[in-house]
């Protein structure tokens, strides 16, 4: 693997020993892929924030990091961690779990690392421009940078995004190279598809089939939102390893439907249909219960200030039924204007939780679980009803933000 003399220097320790250590997992990364190169990224997200998931073992390497003289060379944000520390106890989160959260968090600042703990940093000023080199983890973050940014990633793991920041480099392979960004399979999807769920849906379905090659969507209608896009990618992400996408006239790579397939034909060409759609909303509704109502989840990703908004428009005046607990997820950045907007102030005197730093996947679901006695989990996104049947291993309800709000309210179930 070609390297420049600066990078070489990297490697042979004359930047001291974090940015030594950093470069070996890079090349070793970039050879085994067969990266002719280096690339030097513009901006960083760790996918392993969550004490849960990085564990001791994690945690110290993190630190060994900071203590030898490691620090980002780029903008670097971190994911959702294990606990949203203002909600501990209502949460039931441990006391000793929360200490090793904050350690974490602390090892991670002392490197120069932002510590948002959001899975959506890309609406909080960490955004890649078209073309720019990154080197991210968190699946649906990766597929948004790529497809709606057109920033260049590969699906990052914690140790080497880490790497890449502290070096500013990472290898020019996968994503990075033109030729690997082309679509192959085309999608036919109605023009009225519309919201969170249909387009959570589409990606789950979609995802399945494509795995790791790139869809191709054709006639999404020109209004498609950014929240829409954000749902696609990160169910596409779920049910396949897909790290991109195009949406022809609307993502920066597909201008039209030629740019996106590369002047090739599609591989695979199908028609997203109502069956499809039936058959993937079966797939992701676990349960035929419908008076098993007491956890409900919408941010999945993390929402947007537009999302929290939305949900605080559906909760206004009424109340959240007693024995349910109601998470709406966003980033500490977006609560934060939440509450200047008066949204938060319309979710919490509805009884619902607006939650920052965490989501199910990342807390310590089994303990949270158990304490607080959920039978079930109820969300608007394909992604964590996946988890939540996977993952977290209890059954799901899966159907329209509305579906969700008027399950809390009446604790039914009628998607
Ligand atoms: Fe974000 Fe957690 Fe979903 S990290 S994408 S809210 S599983």
Redesign the pocket.
């Known amino acids: 693997m070609y390297l420049t003399d600066e990078e070489k220097q990297m490697l042979d320790g004359t930047e001291g020993y974090a940015v030594q250590k950093s470069m070996q997992i890079l090349v070793a990364l970039g050879e085994s892929f067969g990266a002719e190169n280096m690339v030097p990224v513009a901006s960083c997200h760790l996918p392993g924030a969550s004490y849960k998931l990085l564990g001791e073992a994690g945690l110290m390497f993190v630190k060994e990091m900071g203590e030898k003289g490691g620090r980002v060379r780029v903008f670097t944000t971190t994911?959702?961690t294990s606990c949203d520390n203002s909600m501990c106890r209502r949460l039931a989160i441990d006391k000793q779990f929360a200490q090793a959260q904050a350690e974490v968090t602390q090892a991670y600042q002392r490197l120069g690392i932002v510590t948002c703990g959001s899975?959506t940093p890309y609406l909080i000023g960490n955004a890649p421009r078209l073309g720019q080199h990154a080197a991210w983890g968190?699946s649906?973050a990766v597929v948004y940078v790529n497809a709606v940014l057109g920033g260049r990633t590969n699906r990052e793991g914690g140790p080497s995004a880490l790497a890449a920041a502290i070096t500013g480099r990472t290898p020019n392979c996968g994503m990075h190279l033109d030729e690997n960004r082309k679509g192959s399979i085309l999608v036919h999807v109605p023009e009225d598809l519309c919201g969170i769920e249909a387009f959570g849906t589409l990606g789950y379905a979609v995802g399945k089939i494509a795995q790791t090659a790139i869809p191709v969507f054709d006639g999404i209608r020109a209004s498609v939102s950014s929240d829409e896009l954000k749902s696609l990618g990160?169910a596409l992400a779920t049910s396949g390893a897909v790290a991109s996408f195009h949406v022809v006239g609307i993502t920066p790579e597909a201008p039209d439907l030629k740019c996106a397939l590369g002047g090739k034909k599609p591989e695979t060409e199908l028609h997203y249909d109502e069956l499809m759609r039936s058959e993937t909303i079966r797939h992701l509704t676990l349960t035929d219960r419908t008076d098993d109502i007491d956890w409900l989840y919408v941010?999945?990703?993390?929402c947007s200030l537009q999302e929290v908004r939305y949900v605080a428009e559906l909760l206004k005046g009424k109340k959240v039924a007693g024995g349910v607990d109601f998470w709406v997820?966003t980033s500490t950045p977006i609560k934060e204007l939440a509450i200047q907007m008066g949204y938060a102030q319309i979710i919490e005197e509805a009884g619902a939780l607006l939650v920052c730093q965490t989501?199910p996947?990342?807390a310590p679901h089994e303990s949270i679980c158990q304490a607080r006695h959920y039978q079930s989990l109820t969300t608007d996104s394909a992604?964590?009803a996946h988890?939540a049947a996977g993952e977290v291993g209890i059954p799901t309800h899966y159907g329209t933000t509305e579906a969700v709000v008027r399950a809390a309210i009446t604790k039914r179930w009628e998607a």
């Open positions: 994911n959702p899975c968190e649906s990160s941010g999945c990703p993390q997820c989501c996947a990342h992604k964590m988890y």
